[in-house]
C-alpha cells in the first residue's frame, strides 16, 4: 500500500486579525476611530524544522489539556465530598449521574425545483437530491433512487444498502457521493471523565449530530467515523457501480461540491494518548459511596491519588510518538474490477505551521477530489476547533468560537473591550477545476457566527457578522466586521460595533453590497447595512416589528422573504409563538418596510425549514414556496398549542405585490389533540419536529419527502396525494 501524502499541514491555534486599514464605527455613531492591532502576539505563525518540532508542540499542549482536566475532576470530588452528600441527587437515575456524551434528465420535467443553497454555483450536501427526470433519497440505511417524472407513473427504480448511516450526498451527471458514519469517532467509559465527556475537558467536539443553526448547539461533526461512496450509475438509474471508498479516523462537519471537485470538511477529536486518563482507579466506585455516613478518604488523599494520577500521565504523555496525534486516511479505488489503496498517516513534516496560542490538538482536514477521475485525495490539515463552514466559488471558510477562559495563552482583545467570546475565521483557496486546495491565512472577530449566513464574500472581501453574549445578559450586542486578506494576514479592515445592545442575531444574509441582521429580545429589529465601501461600512436602516426571523432568502436584490417566529410581548422579555412568514422591501436600505406578514399556528408549531436552508424550498420560476410545518393551535402566554391541527407539507404562492396566497398542504398525519408538553407541539423553536423534512418541484408536482415515504400532489388537490412511495417499513406495533 502507498503513504497518502497530504498536501499540506498547519499547525493553527490562533487567528491573525488587522486593523489600521479602515474605521470601526458604532451603530449609534458615537464613536470613529481607527481599530487597534489586536491579537498580533498570538498571529506569528512559524514554519516547523520537521515532526520533532511539530510533535514538542503537541505534547505540550496535550499536558496542559489532561493537567486541566484532571484538576478539575479532583476539584469537583473535593467539592462534592463537601456537601453532606449533596451530590446524590445525580445518581437519582442509578447510573452515577454521568450524563452521556453525546444527467438523467432526458424525457425530465421542464422546469423542477433543486437544492437551496447559500451561494450560486456552489452546491450543498443534503439527504435529498433531484435533477429533471430522478428524485435521490437517503433513508432506512439505503440509497434509493425514484424515477419522479412523468409524476403520474413515478416509482422506485434502484436500492443499494449504504454501510454504516448514510447522511448527506452529491449528484452530478453519472455519478453519486454518499457520506456515512460507520461509528462512534470517540467513545469514553464512565470512570475517564476525560475529553468529550461531561467533566472537564474540551466542549467543542461533542459530536451527536450535525448542528445547522449555531444558536444552541455547536458546529462540531456528527461524532461518527465518516465513509465516502463513490457510484456511477447507467442512464436510466437502475445500476450502480461503486468507483471509490474513503474512510477518515475524523466525522464530518460539513462539504462544498464546485462542479466535478467535492471539498469535504473533517474533523478530527481531540487526540487521546493510549494510556492516559482522568480519573483515579481508587475512586472507580465513587457513585456507589453515595448516602454512606463516613467518605472512604481523607482530603489529603484524594489529593494524593490526583497527583499520581498526574505524573502517570505527565510519563506516558512524554513516551509518546507523532502516530499518536496524526489524523487518518484511507482511500480504495476500484479500477476495472481492481483495488487501489492508499492509506496511513503523514509522516513529513515539512511544511507544517506552528503557533505558541494553544488551541486545543483536534485537527481539520479539507479533503478534496474530482468525481469524474480516479485521481488521489488532496488535503489541508490546520490544527484548530471545528465550526461554521462557508464557502464561496472561490474560498472555503472555517469559523471557529473561543472562549477567553478557555485560552492556555493570552487572549486576542485587550481586557479594556470586554470581549470575552471570539470567532477565528481560517482560509482556504480552493483550486479552479482542480482537486487541490491551500491553506492562505487566518483572522479574528469579537463574538461568535449563528451559521454560515453570518459570512459571506464579495469582490475580496469577507462580510461577517457576530453577536457577542446572548440574551438574557444584558451586555449583549453585535458586530458586522469586514476582513482582507492582506499578506496571508485575514485583517479587519472595516467595522460596525455595538449593534442591537442587549439583544442577539436570530438572522444574517449578505446579497451584493448589502447586509442584513434579524436581533431579538422583545421585538425583531431587522438591520440594514451599505456594504459598498468594505473600508466603511454603515448602519443605515431599522425597522421593528414583533417577533423574528432565523432564516432570510431573496426574492430579488430589492426583496426578502423571511421565516421565523412570531413573539407574545410580556414587558421585560416576549415568549416566542406561531410560525410567520414575511416579505420585506429593502430597495431603500435607509427605510427597510414590512410588505406582507402571515402568521401560523401558536406556539410549538414549527419547521425543519426555521433552522434549516435546505428544508427551505422557494420555486422561483412560478413564486411557490414549500415548507414542511407542524401547525399546533391553542395555548398562549408562554404555554404551547394543544392541537396539532396539521402535519405535513404547506405551499403558498408568493408575491411581491400580493404577498402569501395558500394554495393547501399535503398532510402526513391526521390531527392530534393532547398535552402539549407530551405531544408533537411541545418543540422548542430552535428544534423542529417536523414530520416532512425536504420538498420537490416538478412542474404543477410537488413531492413532499419525509423520512419513511414520499406523497406525490398536484397543486390543483395538494390535500389529496396522487402516489404514495414508501421509503422504510412501516413501524411493527
Known amino acids: 500500500m502507498k503513504r497518502l501524502g497530504l498536501l499540506f499541514f498547519g499547525i493553527l491555534v490562533a487567528a491573525l486579525t488587522g486593523g489600521g486599514c479602515g474605521t470601526s464605527k458604532c451603530a449609534d455613531g458615537s464613536c470613529d476611530e481607527t481599530p487597534p492591532v489586536i491579537g498580533k502576539s498570538l498571529a506569528a505563525l512559524t514554519t516547523a524544522d520537521g515532526c520533532d518540532e511539530v510533535l514538542a508542540l503537541l505534547k505540550a499542549e496535550t499536558l496542559k489539556d489532561v493537567e486541566k482536566v484532571v484538576d478539575a475532576n479532583r476539584d469537583w470530588v473535593l467539592q462534592m465530598t463537601k456537601q453532606d452528600y449533596g451530590w446524590c441527587m445525580y445518581a437519582e437515575d442509578g447510573t452515577g449521574g454521568t450524563p452521556s456524551s453525546n444527467g438523467g434528465d432526458k424525457g425530465g420535467a421542464r422546469d423542477y425545483s433543486t437544492t437551496n443553497t447559500q451561494e450560486a454555483g456552489v452546491d450543498e450536501a443534503d439527504f435529498v437530491k433531484n435533477d429533471a427526470k430522478f428524485i435521490y433519497v437517503l433513508a432506512d440505511g439505503k ?59 474540551m466542549p467543542y467536539y461533542q459530536g451527536g449530530g450535525l448542528c445547522t443553526y449555531g444558536y444552541d448547539c455547536e458546529f462540531t461533526g456528527d461524532g461518527q467515523r465518516l465513509k465516502i461512496t463513490e457510484f456511477q450509475v447507467n442512464a436510466d438509474r437502475t445500476e450502480l457501480t461503486l468507483l471509490r471508498e474513503t ?40 457513585y456507589n459511596w453515595c448516602g454512606q ?54 509522516g513529513d513534516c515539512q511544511g507544517f505551521y506552528l503557533s505558541k496560542a494553544g488551541d486545543g490538538r483536534s485537527f481539520l482536514s479539507l479533503a478534496s477530489f474530482d468525481m469524474s477521475k480516479p485521481g488521489s485525495i488532496g488535503a489541508s490539515t490546520i490544527v484548530g476547533r471545528p465550526g461554521a463552514v462557508y464557502g464561496s466559488l472561490d474560498n472555503l471558510y472555517v469559523a471557529e468560537r473561543h472562549y477567553q477562559n478557555d485560552m492556555t495563552v493570552g487572549w486576542y482583545y485587550p481586557q479594556s473591550e470586554g470581549a470575552i467570546e471570539a470567532t477565528t475565521v481560517h482560509k482556504f483557496r480552493l483550486s479552479d477545476g482542480q482537486a487541490t486546495t491551500q491553506y492562505v491565512g487566518s483572522g479574528v472577530v469579537k463574538g461568535r457566527v449563528l451559521n454560515q449566513f453570518a459570512l459571506d464574500e464579495q469582490d475580496g472581501y469577507l462580510r461577517v457578522a457576530t453577536t457577542m453574549g446572548q440574551v438574557p445578559d444584558p451586555n449583549v450586542y453585535s458586530t458586522v ?38 436581533t431579538f429580545k422583545k421585538t425583531d429589529p431587522l438591520f440594514a447595512f451599505d456594504l459598498s465601501d468594505p473600508l466603511d461600512p454603515k448602519l443605515l436602516g431599522a425597522l421593528e416589528i414583533p417577533g423574528f426571523s432565523t432564516y432570510m432568502h431573496f426574492l430579488d436584490p430589492g426583496h426578502i422573504l423571511s421565516i421565523g417566529y412570531d413573539a407574545d410581548d410580556m414587558g421585560d422579555f416576549a415568549w416566542f409563538d406561531g410560525l410567520q412568514l414575511q416579505v420585506f422591501d429593502v430597495t431603500d436600505l435607509t427605510k427597510p418596510t414590512l410588505l406582507h406578514r402571515q402568521i401560523i399556528g401558536t406556539r410549538g408549531s414549527t419547521s425543519d425549514a426555521a433552522t434549516n436552508h435546505l428544508a427551505f424550498n422557494f420555486f422561483r420560476s412560478r413564486n411557490l414556496l414549500a415548507l414542511p410545518i407542524i401547525v399546533c393551535e391553542g395555548g398562549g402566554d408562554g404555554q404551547s398549542g394543544t392541537t396539532m391541527s396539521f402535519n405535513g407539507l404547506q405551499v403558498w404562492r ?32 430552535s428544534q423542529s419536529n417536523s414530520q416532512v423534512k425536504r420538498s420537490v418541484f416538478m412542474e404543477d408536482w410537488v413531492y413532499s419527502i419525509a423520512l419513511d415515504k414520499i406523497e406525490i400532489a398536484n397543486l390543483i388537490d395538494l390535500e389529496h396525494p396522487a402516489i404514495e412511495i414508501p421509503l422504510a417499513p412501516p413501524p411493527v406495533n
Open 247 to 286: 474512510r477518515f479516523s475524523g466525522s464530518y462537519l460539513n462539504s462544498r461540491r464546485i462542479g466535478k471537485i467535492v471539498h469535504t470538511v473533517v474533523v478530527f477529536p481531540e487526540v487521546s494518548v493510549p494510556g492516559v486518563t482522568y480519573w483515579p482507579e481508587e475512586l472507580k466506585d465513587f
Open 143 to 201: 440509497l434509493q433512487i425514484i424515477e419522479a417524472w412523468p409524476a403520474a407513473t413515478a416509482r422506485k427504480v434502484a436500492t443499494v444498502a449504504i454501510e454504516g448511516t448514510p447522511s448527506m450526498m452529491y449528484v452530478e451527471g453519472d455519478r453519486i457521493v454518499v457520506y456515512s458514519g460507520t461509528g462512534p469517532v470517540q467513545q469514553g467509559t464512565s470512570d475517564v471523565y476525560g475529553p468529550g465527556m461531561w467533566y472537564g475537558g
Open 293 to 346: 455516613e463516613t467518605f472512604p478518604f481523607t482530603e489529603a488523599q484524594i489529593i494524593d491519588m490526583f497527583d499520581a494520577l498526574k505524573t502517570a500521565n505527565l510519563q506516558k504523555v512524554r513516551d509518546s510518538d507523532i502516530t499518536d496525534y496524526l489524523p487518518g486516511i484511507q482511500d480504495t479505488r476500484y479500477v476495472d474490477g481492481q483495488a487501489v489503496t492508499e492509506e496511513g498517516l503523514l
Open 481 to 518: 466586521s469586514v476582513l482582507k486578506d492582506i499578506g496571508g494576514e485575514l485583517a479587519v479592515v472595516g467595522m460596525v460595533d455595538h449593534i442591537a445592545p442587549t439583544e442577539d442575531i436570530r438572522s444574517a444574509r449578505f446579497e451584493g453590497d448589502a447586509g442584513f441582521i434579524v
Open 654 to 685: 408568493v408575491t411581491v405585490e400580493n404577498g402569501f396566497f395558500s394554495m393547501g398542504g399535503i398532510p402526513h398525519s391526521a390531527p392530534v389533540t393532547g398535552d402539549s408538553y407530551n405531544s408533537v407541539c411541545g418543540s422548542w423553536w
